[in-house]
């Protein structure tokens, strides 16, 4: 293999046979799909039919990692699960922090697919070259904090590094979460209930322990570049003192913040739970994942009232968005005992909060009542009830926590009586907190994402936040543009699998010349921003053939927005009066697929796009599938 | 003439308040606020504009006036506006 950076293995476990393969990676794999996301839907089209169910035991969890990890590169302290969503029914990735991602590739692996369903609970031991799938029975039912405990201490190290699901998981949850225990905080990833297809087979944990170092191309340029970028992020404005819970208090002012089920985005009690407020008052540590300079990584513990001592990782503002100001609670004691229980529990808080916040607005309107709840007034506001409901949701306690685990598409669905109108999603997945219609490209950008209601899939608001809202909120002009290249941003980005939080320098809009330099320090392989936009490409287009090969097209990008955003403006605040007319959406979308290069009329990508980026193996698929002719 | 101002993330640390009102004896642009506030809190405020003359505002920095983005720094203020400093820095 020409490339360094990478440990040039691919792991497939079989939970069935319990069968280990370990097979290389190959330059042509690298050079047309970089590694991480890319890598992953390459090797999610190869191995995984279309239109299974994201239950059967044919469908697989790939854990991956791209060419950074375990470098020094900023901001490579990440992993990336892939798998089909039970959530969204689609190719679905969750990127999560910490230290496990640099772990396996220095276990020396790039990828690791897991294939099958075993017979009772299993946990796998990746230690170097050796790998075991072990008995599990004891820890089902275990926390994921529990979980942790446990396996380090039977393997007797606590340098393992372990992902692993909790009770949620367990309970089939849809919107489950992986969670990676580092105490006393813990990372995740959250979204899309991948956790659920690994508890479907009955794979409670996977623990990695490596000695290899990871080999870069030039060691020099790598360590000046991280003294670079860490010179930068002592001076970044807010990550490093308050975290993403940073954002929270400027977003609320620019009336964005997603409050009370969206029926408006300014929070009144948004000052009670904004950066500035929570963490000069309860954090108790600053941390950092791997290769981080910036640390924006923040421990709080709580200090009075019902839910003192509790100790939570963050809370995030993506946290503080959908446990806080979605439900109407601005006390932090509530938010953090919800936040924390999420974590132990194996739940991802943005699904969590938004759902509750759904059902509070259906309780509030009587579509669900008293008896339906069981005796618990489910009102905005009210911290118990938020606290409450994450349990019951956790154990699918009673006919409402049952329901609601479900996520909130198919929970509006059972209720019914309008509640499709305020059921806060785009594609099954609930909407993350940034404003679709505070920010308009935001409509357009969950709408054509693959995932739905992420804030990662495009990232129109590092770009929009700092125009004025007759830009941001009133006009279409030029958002099919920020959305398309923000778009091929986040392949870059979630290929070489860098933090979110370092966009800003390795560039806000399109795939740039410091991506470019990035994969030169660490491979040794020149590339040029033409080849990383076409690579990029290839990659959005590969995901929308996997999508498209499970049958979704044009109509589920139209379907996308829930109505209150094309109908409901906001009714107070700063962005008073924006939302997202049909019309404009219209508009919108049909530019991004020009953009594109997808069918106005189906949203199929063309012929032409799919054989100018080398994809003619799914131009022979579609064919024999009658997709195209 | 009495203006409240309000600071934001890291110009809170930098300020060491919230927000504070300010007596000015004549009416003043925005980009002339800046000034004061510079000579007011010094170097390290100063160095959070790209052009310490407060003409143009660069990089990451928002600011609101009455809660709407203010591009426009020769906008003059009145008795009772309230002035934002904040970023619209990426993350989150």
């Known amino acids: ?629 | 003439m009495k203006v409240i101002v309000e600071y934001l993330l890291r110009f809170r640390e930098i300020v060491g308040k919230e927000s504070e009102v300010l007596s000015l004896d004549k009416e003043v642009t925005i980009g002339q606020l800046l000034r004061i506030l510079q000579e007011r809190y010094g170097e390290q405020f100063k160095e959070e504009f790209y052009n310490p003359s407060g003409d143009q505002v660069g990089g990451n920095i928002l600011i609101l006036l009455n809660g709407k983005t203010a591009t426009n720094l020769n906008i003059r203020l009145k008795d009772g506006d309230r002035v934002t400093l904040t970023y619209v820095a990426f993350g989150g």
């Open chain 1, 1 to 629: 293999m020409v490339f360094k950076g990478y440990a040039g293995q691919i792991l497939k476990i079989d939970l069935l046979t319990k069968g280990v393969v370990k097979e290389a990676l190959t330059d042509s794999l690298i050079k047309g799909y970089i590694g991480g996301l890319g890598l992953a839907a390459k090797l999610y089209y190869d191995l995984v039919p279309p239109r299974i169910d994201p239950y059967d035991p044919a469908n697989i969890v790939i854990f991956t990692t791209g060419p950074v990890q375990g470098t020094l590169i900023p901001g490579s302290g990440r992993g990336l699960f892939i798998s089909k969503s039970p959530l969204t029914g689609r190719f679905f990735n969750s990127n999560l922090g910490g230290f496990i991602g640099p772990e396996l590739k220095r276990a020396g692996y790039d990828a690791v697919v897991i294939s099958g369903r075993a017979e009772k609970p299993v946990y796998i031991v990746i230690d170097d070259g050796s790998v075991e799938v072990r008995d599990a029975s004891h820890l089902w039912g275990k926390t994921t904090y529990e979980t942790h405990k446990v396996i380090t201490e039977e393997l007797g190290d606590p340098k393992f590094q372990v992902v692993c699901i909790g009770p949620a998981a367990e309970n089939l949850v849809r919107f489950s979460a992986i969670i990676h225990p580092t105490p006393p905080e813990c990372h995740a990833a959250g979204r899309g209930g991948i956790a659920s297809v690994m508890a479907s087979k009955n794979l409670k944990a996977i623990a990695v322990r490596g000695g290899k170092e990871v080999e870069v191309a030039d060691r020099d340029g790598v360590i000046s570049f991280f003294k670079e970028i860490a010179e930068k992020c002592r001076k970044h404005p807010f990550l490093p003192t308050y975290g993403t819970p940073g954002v929270l208090g400027t977003i609320n002012k620019l009336g964005g913040l997603g409050t009370r089920n969206w029926q408006t985005e300014v929070f009144e009690g948004a000052d009670k739970i904004r950066g500035e407020t929570i963490m000069p008052k309860y954090k108790i540590a600053d941390k950092a994942c791997a290769s981080c300079p910036m640390g924006c990584v923040k421990v709080t513990k709580v200090t009075e009232g019902k839910w003192a001592g509790t100790v939570v990782k963050g809370p995030e503002y993506e946290t503080l968005y959908a446990l806080g100001s979605m439900t109407g609670v601005d006390d932090f004691g509530a938010i953090a005992r919800a936040s924390r229980l999420c974590d132990e529990y194996g739940l991802d808080t943005i699904s969590a909060g938004v759902v509750i916040a759904f059902a509070m607005e259906a309780f509030e309107r009587g579509i669900i009542s008293k008896e339906e709840t069981e005796g618990l007034e489910l009102r905005f506001g009210n911290g118990d009830a938020l606290v409450e409901m994450v349990e019951r949701i956790a154990f699918r306690k009673g006919w409402l926590g049952n329901l609601l685990a479900e996520g909130v598409a198919r929970a509006s669905q059972v209720i019914g009586c309008g509640s499709q109108y305020f059921a806060m999603h785009f594609k099954g997945l609930e909407l993350a907190g940034h404003s679709p219609r505070a920010v308009k490209a935001w409509t357009l950008g969950y709408s054509v994402g693959w995932r739905g209601g992420s804030h990662h899939d495009a990232r129109p608001h590092d770009i929009e936040y700092a125009n004025p809202v007759e830009v941001r909120a009133f006009s279409t002009e030029g958002k099919a543009e920020i959305i398309y290249d923000t778009v091929l941003r986040v392949m870059i980005e979630e290929s070489l699998i860098t933090c979110r939080m370092y966009g800003g320098y390795y560039g806000v809009r399109t795939p740039s010349e410091t991506h470019a330099k990035i994969l030169k320090m660490v491979t040794g392989v020149e590339w040029n921003v033409e080849e990383l936009v076409k690579t990029a490409r290839r990659i959005r287009t590969l995901i929308r053939c996997l999508e498209v090969r499970d049958g979704f097209d044009i109509k589920d990008d139209l379907n996308a927005p829930p109505p209150r955003i094309l109908y409901e403006p906001i009714p107070e605040g700063t962005s008073k009066g924006a939302y997202t007319s049909p019309k404009e959406f219209m508009i919108m979308l049909k530019r991004f697929y020009e953009l594109a290069g997808w069918d106005l009329k189906t949203g199929i990508p063309k012929l032409e796009v799919l054989k100018e980026l080398n994809l003619d193996y799914v131009v022979e698929d579609f064919k024999k599938l009658g997709i195209l002719k």
